[in-house]
């Protein structure tokens, strides 16, 4: 194990070796500087990153992609070793708070100096009359979303171009959980309905992200003075031409094939923003420029299997795929839902494909990747993502894969139990 492990050490609590089972996990960053300063659960744990990057021997002369970089915790990782990276990031709002953490390089000072001007303009606002979003309403107690209303207001009338006001917007997205009465599902999903106790009066937890804030911004620029990351906040399955640079070495996690709705997760925050109104714009706002990863899209798109199965895209895989998808095309006819499990299948393979495509005008020769991913079994027909997404690699033109499985997994799909058993590992691919 190389010595840049160390990188926590004396500040954080830290454990002298990650678990390797946990790194599809974000958990362990909500104690990491940076890392913490807004919990997106689908992330991955920054200390096993950065294990895979000192493994590597990768040095500050190269370049790191991460071409699904969520909040940002490749891009984090690499500025805290010195290291270029580039990430891309489709959904809007998850893509401007990947941005915001890389205003590392802000003084403390200006950050607190620009909170304590919206807080005070807060506290001091009189009370009105307002109507909010249904879901709001929904999830707040009133007292607290009249004092998250003030604290929107403020930050709107004071907002400027300036890095402190991307923070402090940062950090008023960041309390809407802790603040909210409504219960988080795994992967942060909002219930209204599930209420929980312990939530937190919104003045003091705009404080208390604040000091967090405050603190990690010491800690980091007491390492390193400029950030050395890109953000790209567009399509992995198309940004190449934007690339100039070479890759070195790629580490990501895509979404899975398990119908997870990634763009429904941050309704609560684009619904407080004023970015959605509803369920219904979700797809509009974001849905659309993701990967097909759920079948709410698939059936959105009205997309036609026939049409998937006949893109080159597929090609490498398509007599296989052709089985699978069509077998669950037969099995959706005795289930009540009829979920479009079958094109979102075969529309995520296409999605992979281009983006393996990508990767591959964008690295250099000898690259090396690594893909946390598992696969899944929607209607319980068993998909066997892993290898196909290996299979699409080499197709691609990199060289040679390996499969390391982390751990057994099963995926409750809401219509019906299987027993197909699942997995999710590590795929290492080489250019
Ligand atoms: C498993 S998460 C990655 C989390 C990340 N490793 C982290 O630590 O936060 C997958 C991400 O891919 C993003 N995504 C989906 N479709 C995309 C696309 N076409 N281009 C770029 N990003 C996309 C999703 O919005 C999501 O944030």
């Not at 990650?18 to 659960?41: C, E």
């Not at 052709?322 to 499990?341: D, F, I, P, T």
Request: glycine share 6%.
């Amino acid at each position: 194990m190389q010595t840049q492990l160390s990188l926590f050490e004396n500040d954080m609590k830290t454990r002298s070796d990650v678990k390797v089972s946990r790194s599809g996990t974000f958990l362990d960053n909500m104690a990491l500087p940076i890392h913490r300063w807004f919990r997106y659960s689908a992330g991955f744990a920054a200390q096993w990153v950065e294990q895979v990057l000192a493994g590597w021997g990768i040095t500050k002369e190269q370049i790191v992609l991460d071409p699904f970089a969520g909040s940002g915790t490749v891009s984090v990782v690499c500025d805290t070793m010195g290291i270029p990276s580039i990430g891309v990031e489709a959904h809007s709002l998850v893509s401007r708070i990947l941005k915001a953490k890389l205003l590392w390089p802000t003084p403390p000072q200006h950050v607190v100096e620009f909170a304590s001007k919206v807080l005070k303009r807060a506290q001091n606002e009189r009370p009105h009359t307002t109507t909010f979003p249904p879901l709001l309403e929904r999830s707040y107690e009133p007292k607290a979303l009249a004092s998250l209303n003030a604290l929107k207001s403020s930050w709107l009338s004071l907002r400027d171009e300036s890095p402190e006001s991307e923070l402090v917007w940062l950090a008023l997205t960041a309390i809407l959980r802790s603040t909210s009465t409504a219960g988080t599902a795994q992967w942060q999903y909002i219930l209204p309905n599930k209420t929980k106790k312990h939530i937190i009066e919104p003045f003091f937890a705009f404080q208390q992200q604040i000091r967090i804030i405050k603190a990690d911004l010491r800690w980091m620029q007491a390492r390193a003075d400029r950030s050395c990351a890109d953000i790209i906040a567009g399509d992995a399955r198309a940004f190449a031409g934007i690339v100039s640079r070479k890759v070195d070495a790629v580490i990501t996690s895509p979404p899975y094939a398990n119908n997870y709705d990634y763009a429904d997760a941050l309704r609560l925050e684009m619904t407080f923003w004023g970015d959605v109104n509803g369920w219904g714009d979700i797809h509009h706002a974001v849905r659309r420029h993701l990967i097909v990863s759920s079948s709410q899209h698939s059936s959105r798109e009205r997309l036609l299997l026939e049409d998937l199965l006949a893109l080159e895209a597929v090609a490498p895989i398509r007599s296989e795929l052709a089985q699978v998808v069509h077998e669950l095309a037969a099995v959706r006819e005795n289930h009540g839902g009829k979920k479009h499990y079958h094109t979102m299948i075969a529309a995520y393979c296409r999605d992979i494909s281009l983006t393996l495509q990508q990767l591959q005008r964008v690295c250099k020769p000898g690259s090396r990747m690594c893909w946390v991913i598992g696969d899944s079994a929607p209607y319980g027909v068993y998909c066997p993502i892993e290898r196909w997404i290996a299979e699409l690699a080499i197709a691609a033109g990199f060289k040679n894969y390996s499969f390391d499985k982390l751990r057994d997994r099963n995926i409750k799909w809401k219509n019906r139990k299987h027993r197909v058993p699942l997995k999710e590992g590590l795929l290492w691919i080489e250019g």
